[in-house]
């Protein structure tokens, strides 16, 4: 089956003995046993619940692994897959790296005894160069939050391969509609299924999607264990959400490469970072390894008080952390996402008190603009 249908059919549509459509929300913690030590499919939510198993069906097949497994929301996914490793293990991450993700590998698994380098993943001479007898994995974002910097993934995937190391790529910002990381040498995905793969901004999930069954089996020993497993409820918005996934991302990346370009002509923009401009680096990667672009866009305009005034001024889009969802949004990372990042580190990177990064929605592209424009004053 075609992407579009898997997105609606992945379970070949045999749900249930009444033939629903909709696979339901089965909200039992605990299931009856069929006889004395005779286990029935399901024994206990945390360790598997059918709308759960349902929605983990559709999001293996969408991404081409042997399995995945739904969590509370994305840090649960990266908190549950960093337990993989021992203390002792020392990871390559990208430095343009999703806030929370940063934090945990920082201060958590830091705190633990593992050791980190973050660097940019699109330098493969870079990364290689990093990878000493600990090493044990290669951790990437691409394109980047919120730098919208580029990773080869198959480099990155032949790179791990020769030296033993897992690849583990977050593909928040494209989603399987758009990139298969999977399909081009790596062996775990990450989601943070309250953007794209939700896609209505009221629900948290998280996922990790596993090239093989030996790390299916790993993966499920500490889901099960450490407990911060996707709830029947939220299996179902999920679910829901995804079916929609590709009519979203089609209209969400038009809109994005027109809000791109409008921003680009504009005088008090001093940049944009859209992972569709022809001029972004990596833009040749992009092009080979993704089919799309995506709805995230960050720019930087010329002074501090009208990154504050557009701030205040916008009415369509709205002021709030998050991505991926039908509304559009606008943060303003260096007082959200990226507030814990040292100062002089942030700067460097160039995330001021001028930038802006925004999510663009499925709304009619002519009320964003109109919306930007009177947010600029004209
Ligand atoms: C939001 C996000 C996460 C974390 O997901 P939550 O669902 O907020 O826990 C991880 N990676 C990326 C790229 C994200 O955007």
């Known amino acids: 089956m075609k992407f579009e249908t898997l997105c609606l059919h992945a379970d070949g549509n045999k749900k249930d003995e009444w033939g629903t459509i909709t696979a339901p929300v089965c909200q039992s913690a605990t299931f009856v046993h069929k006889g004395v030590g005779v286990q029935s499919e399901y024994s206990y939510s ?92 290669i951790y990437c974002e691409t394109p980047s939050n919120p730098l919208m910097q580029v990773s080869d993934i198959a480099a990155l995937a032949d790179l791990a391969r020769k030296n033993g ?44 999607v596993v090239k093989t069954d030996g790390l299916a089996e790993r993966v499920a020993y500490y889901a099960k264990t450490i407990g911060a497993c996707l709830a029947p409820w939220d299996s179902f918005l999920v679910e829901r959400g995804i079916k929609t996934l590709p009519l979203r991302m089609d209209r969400i990346s038009a809109n994005a490469r027109e809000i791109a370009e409008w921003l680009r002509g504009r005088a008090e923009v001093k940049r944009v970072y859209y992972a569709g401009f022809a001029d972004n680096a990596g833009y040749a990667v992009s092009v080979r390894q993704s089919t799309g672009f995506g709805g995230m866009i960050s720019f930087e305009v010329e002074s501090k008080a009208l990154a504050e005034s557009i701030l205040r001024n916008i009415k369509v889009f709205q002021y709030a952390e998050s991505l991926g969802g039908v509304e559009s949004l606008i943060t303003y990372p260096m007082l959200q996402t990226h507030a814990d990042v040292p100062v002089e580190e942030r700067e460097r990177r160039g995330i001021n008190d001028r930038f802006l990064r925004i999510s663009v929605g499925i709304e009619n592209v002519a009320d964003l603009i109109e919306d930007l424009r009177q947010a600029f004053g004209q």
Request: net charge negative; glycine share 8%; charged share 20%.
């Open 46 to 137: 945390r360790l598997s619940n059918p709308t759960r198993a349902h929605l983990e069906n559709t999001v293996a097949q969408l991404e081409g692994g042997a399995a995945a497994f739904a969590f509370s929301s994305g840090m649960a996914a990266v908190a549950t897959v960093m337990k993989l490793f021992k203390q002792d293990a020392h990871i390559i991450a990208s430095e343009d790296l999703y806030g929370g993700s940063l934090r945990l590998f920082r201060n958590v698994n830091s705190a633990e005894g593992m050791t980190f380098d973050f660097t940019d993943t699109g330098d493969i001479a870079r990364v290689q160069s990093l990878i000493n007898k600990s090493t044990k994995a």
């Open 165 to 208: 190391l897992a690849l583990i790529v977050d593909n928040t910002f494209l989603t399987p509609y758009f990139q298969r990381p999977l399909d081009l040498g790596a062996d775990i995905v990450i989601h943070s299924g309250t953007k794209y793969l939700g896609g209505h901004n009221d629900v948290l999930a998280g996922f990790a």
